[in-house]
């Protein structure tokens, strides 16, 4: 195929966009801006690397969420708050994680999915109700924590990752997903 043939291939499918495929892809741009927007705002602040590379892999997810570009931004996003994030939890930190969470729920609906498709709303609604979970359970957890750490009580590591591990398997039933073999 020529160059000149894939681009004609690629305007085709554009024209073709179906409006779940936008929905989904718009989700990601907002929650890519606000995962990069509020760690720059916070008293914390970020590397100043973060926004040079996010900004690109950013527009790189939107546009191609099936490649490495929405693992790379993630990466960059949650290295950049380890790197200088203080050690108790605000939220800055509770709403980076939540745009972490959506933008990751996104990307992966997208990427199961040609960018011409007609997604019908029953497709939708069964993506939604597990990422509005994910995104409450972030608080959720993070409240929980911060509970925990206060009171000094010991193996509250454990305590955060079994929050995280109920969260997840929370997630898991909500989306439908088995146990066993079909």
């Not at 495929?21 to 907002?30: D, G, K, S, T, Y």
């Amino acid at each position: 195929m020529t160059g000149a043939e894939r681009v004609t291939l690629w305007l085709a499918q554009l024209r073709d966009i179906g409006r779940g495929v936008l929905v989904a892809r718009a989700v990601i741009a907002v929650a890519g801006v606000v995962a990069v927007v509020v760690p720059g705002m916070a008293g914390w602040d970020q590397l100043d690397l973060v926004p040079m590379l996010a900004a690109p892999l950013l527009l790189a997810t939107v546009l191609l969420p099936d490649s490495l570009a929405g693992v790379v931004f993630l990466l960059t996003v949650t290295i950049g708050w380890l790197v200088r994030a203080p050690a108790e939890i605000s939220w800055e930190l509770v709403v980076t994680a939540m745009a972490v969470v959506v933008l990751h729920l996104a990307t992966a609906f997208a990427a199961q999915l040609p960018s011409y498709v007609r997604i019908e709303g029953r497709a939708l609604r069964r993506w939604v109700l597990p990422g509005a979970i994910a995104v409450l359970a972030a608080p959720v957890i993070a409240l929980a924590a911060a509970l925990v750490r206060g009171a000094d009580v010991p193996g509250s590591l454990l305590v955060t990752v079994g929050a995280l591990v109920l969260a997840t398997v929370t997630v898991w039933f909500a989306a439908g997903q088995r146990v066993g073999r079909d």
